[in-house]
């Protein structure tokens, strides 16, 4: 595949050294120096353009991206106010997105693990639930959009739970996200069931980026072809 990479940070050189080691070519390159090579020959040559950007530039390289006729996989978070506008332009104009709060293999098969677990609480009402985030001090949205999926999966599994909030509880049908932000942290993410008499709880501790990196990359190789909207769920079966 012809994949080209919308900026350039350390995800950008990340995706870059495992799509290249999956046999892929690079085949442009755009950070806030280049925006108009979105123009270029080299970049509507692309197959597939993965963006790892911040959140206010986001939705313009997505549309740039539509108007080269180049698929997308969607990186950033934190711009979610505008997932409905992105799928209406599938639908309507053909074009091809895949979006997911999270690409690595493993945090996708903890949100599966989420899922059953909430479930499995609606039978224990004495546990309440509270989650917490840790990311490095360059993420620039809070919570992360890891931690909202997860919420998002309890407040879908869980029958007491109706929204979340961020570093507070109002009410006891709330879920409390706590975000810290410091260091270096790739991402760690934890959800804790706690009764007086225990703590029930599961994590995930990204060691790294190379698995956000090879997860992005796959979602490139699924699109491939395609048209319309995908998630996780289309790619894992989990």
């Known amino acids: 595949m012809n994949i080209a990479l919308i900026g350039y940070g350390r995800m950008g050189k990340e995706i870059e050294q495992i799509a290249i080691r999956r046999g892929h070519t690079i085949v442009s390159i755009i950070d806030e120096n280049n925006i108009s090579d979105f123009d270029s020959p080299e970049f509507k040559s692309a197959d597939?353009?993965?963006?790892?950007?911040?959140?206010?530039?986001?939705?313009?390289?997505?549309?740039?991206?539509?108007e080269a006729g180049v698929a997308v996989v969607a990186g950033t978070t934190g711009w979610l106010d505008?997932?409905?506008?992105?799928?209406?332009?599938?639908?309507?104009?053909?074009?091809?997105?895949?979006?997911?709060?999270?690409?690595?293999?493993?945090?996708?098969?903890?949100?599966?693990?989420?899922?059953?677990?909430a479930k499995i609480m609606n039978n224990y009402p004495d546990y309440s639930v509270k989650m917490e985030e840790i990311h490095h001090i360059h993420k620039l949205d809070a919570p992360s959009g890891t931690a909202i999926t997860l919420a998002e999966g309890i407040i879908d599994n869980l029958n007491n739970k109706k929204a979340w909030h961020?570093?507070?509880?109002?009410?006891?049908?709330?879920?409390?996200?706590?975000?810290?932000?410091?260091?270096?942290?790739?991402?760690?993410?934890?959800?804790i069931y706690e009764s007086v008499a225990d703590i029930i709880s599961i994590k995930h501790d990204a060691k790294n980026r190379k698995g956000f990196a090879l997860g992005a990359v796959l979602a490139a190789e699924f699109i491939h072809g395609k048209k319309g909207f995908y998630t996780m769920d289309d790619m894992f079966k989990f």
Not at 49 to 65: V, W
Not at 82 to 89: A, F, M
Request: charged residues 25%; proline residues 4%.
């Open 48 to 66: 597939a353009a993965i963006e790892f950007t911040i959140p206010a530039s986001a939705m313009n390289n997505y549309k740039k991206a539509f």
């Open 82 to 117: 505008h997932l409905e506008e992105i799928k209406e332009i599938c639908r309507k104009d053909k074009q091809t997105f895949f979006y997911a709060s999270n690409y690595s293999i493993g945090v996708n098969i903890f949100f599966a693990i989420n899922k059953y677990l």
């Open 166 to 191: 961020l570093n507070s509880q109002p009410d006891e049908t709330d879920i409390e996200i706590r975000s810290i932000r410091e260091g270096e942290v790739p991402g760690i993410h934890e959800v």
